[in-house]
């Protein structure tokens, strides 16, 4: 499988306790993107990197919330002191540079739900 | 800023039909490019069509097509003789265009069910 993977589909935790998601993005591409997607919502952006520099962050992105991407492949997420407002779809997309002939297409996981009780 | 509205929470179509999903957008960027994505239940978000805002040419994917409008802010999706594979839901994206090449930070809309009946 060359798409992009998360890990893991499904998690469940109780208030208070952290999780940690991680995604591996397509091996080509050096754009990571974090988008949270709640129940009948749209997806909404969180934070993105290319390579091992992450280049942005939504307000959304708390101080209880990091991303990273040590060596410029895989990322993690990682949720701390989680809260029930936390509870949503975690997805993760990738994409090569954008630049002449290459379109920047995102190609998304199929996501990490979370569910805080 | 952006912001992408769908006003149609939910929308039905018979096989072999066609049926079109609306979308309206708001930005102040000069150069954007429009998305529609499809998500099946519990699979990946897929690209289905994807509209260059300087170009007036409506772009188009074998059964899938757009009207984009650009002076009334509005980037539909006609898809053609529906197929239960279609049914998913939809979502239209803006994203702005710096150099030339797109950003990928998507704003998207809130969606629209498609069901697909035979």
């Known amino acids: 499988d060359t798409g992009v993977s998360q890990d893991p589909r499904h998690k469940i935790t109780k208030r208070g306790q952290n999780v940690t998601f991680r995604c591996d993005p397509i091996s080509e591409h050096n754009r990571l993107y974090w988008y949270r997607q709640t129940l009948g919502q749209g997806p909404e952006f969180l934070t993105y990197f290319q390579n091992e520099a992450q280049l942005e962050k939504s307000r959304l992105l708390s101080d209880r919330f990091s991303a990273e991407r040590p060596k410029g492949s895989f990322s993690t997420l990682e949720i701390q002191r989680t809260e029930q407002g936390d509870s949503a779809m975690y997805l993760c997309?990738?994409?090569?540079?954008?630049?002449?002939?290459?379109?920047?297409?995102?190609?998304f996981g199929e996501g990490s739900r979370l569910t805080v009780l | 800023a952006q912001t992408v509205t769908q006003s149609q929470p939910e929308m039905s179509v018979q096989e072999a039909e066609t049926v079109t999903l609306s979308c309206t957008y708001d930005t102040s960027e000069s150069d954007y490019y429009l998305f529609w994505y499809k998500q099946p239940p519990s699979r990946q978000m897929i690209l289905v069509i994807r509209?260059?805002?300087?170009?007036?040419q409506n772009a188009t994917e074998n059964r899938f097509s757009v009207n984009f409008q650009k002076a009334a802010k509005s980037f539909s999706l006609k898809i053609s003789d529906s197929q239960l594979g279609d049914a998913a839901m939809y979502f239209c994206a803006c994203t702005r265009v710096a150099g030339g090449t797109s950003y990928g930070k998507l704003t998207f809309g809130q969606g629209t069910i498609l069901t697909v009946h035979p």
């Open positions: 997309a990738s994409s090569t540079r954008p630049g002449p002939g290459r379109s920047g297409e995102l190609f």
């Open positions: 509209q260059e805002a300087y170009k007036q």
